[in-house]
T-cell receptor
Framework: AQTVTQSQPEMSVQEAETVTLSCTYDTSESDYYLFWYKQPPSRQMILVIR??????QNATENRFSVNFQKAAKSFSLKISDSQLGDAAMYFC?????????????FGEGTQLTVNP | KAGVTQTPRYLIKTRGQQVTLSCSPI?????VSWYQQTPGQGLQFLFEYFSETQRNKGNFPGRFSGRQFSNSRSEMNVSTLELGDSALYLC???WGGGNQPQHFGDGTRLSIL
């Protein structure tokens, strides 16, 4: 079974600085997708960024980028120029093309605080 | 384009009752997935429906069931409610492929007294 682990229950960052959230996963599948979702207090899960495992290039979306290390099964999220609106719970998620369909396996989450 | 709509937003029930939650996906999306979110267990996958068929199922007891209608709207039913069923229930929709990002609703907060 696939597992996703986020070892940082809480992180904090100063506004305008950079922070990196860690995620590791375990799978025997060769083709899969990884995602970072953000859940603010409003509860709605919002997709931040996604990475296809077959792509070697790290995904980027404006201030958000990932460091995808396939051999190490590591998938960290870097937030640059942090803003107050980035404060939220961040979840790393996995889905495998062969066995999971649209099923997402989530990590435990990291609560990010942004200090003014 | 309207997002994923879940109703109701809040629900209070007592043990032994049953409950039905509703999810309307984004127009055109054929896959609807349900997740349970609790402080202790985190986010857990319940099931996924695609074109009215259950395509994937998590490790939940048979008290948890669902269905999908021809317009892709989905309902989730929980029978014989237990205190441990108190949770935020999230619905997500997508076009259906694993590589497709899932779009989540605001969730239904279910409290069991």
């Amino acid at each position: 079974a696939q597992t996703v682990t986020q070892s940082q229950p809480e992180m904090s960052v100063q506004e305008a600085e950079t922070v990196t959230l860690s995620c590791t996963y375990d799978t025997s599948e060769s083709d899969y997708y990884l995602f970072w979702y953000k859940q603010p207090p409003s509860r709605q899960m919002i997709l931040v960024i996604r990475q296809e495992a077959y792509k070697q290039q790290n995904a980027t979306e404006n201030r958000f980028s990932v460091n995808f290390q396939k051999a190490a099964k590591s998938f960290s999220l870097k937030i640059s120029d942090s803003q107050l609106g980035d404060a939220a719970m961040y979840f790393c998620a996995y889905t495998g093309w062969e066995t999971s369909g649209s099923r997402l396996t989530f990590g435990e989450g990291t609560q990010l605080t942004v200090n003014p | 384009k309207a997002g994923v709509t879940q109703t109701p937003r809040y629900l209070i029930k007592t043990r032994g009752q049953q409950v039905t939650l509703s999810c309307s996906p984004i127009s055109g999306h054929r896959s609807v997935s349900w997740y349970q979110q609790t402080p202790g267990q985190g986010l857990q996958f319940l099931f996924e429906y695609f074109s009215e068929t259950q395509r994937n199922k998590g490790n939940f007891p048979g008290r948890f069931s669902g269905r999908q209608f021809s317009n892709s709207r989905s309902e989730m039913n929980v029978s014989t409610l237990e205190l441990g069923d108190s949770a935020l229930y999230l619905c997500a929709s997508s076009w259906g492929g694993g590589n497709q990002p899932q779009h989540f609703g605001d969730g239904t907060r279910l409290s069991i007294l």
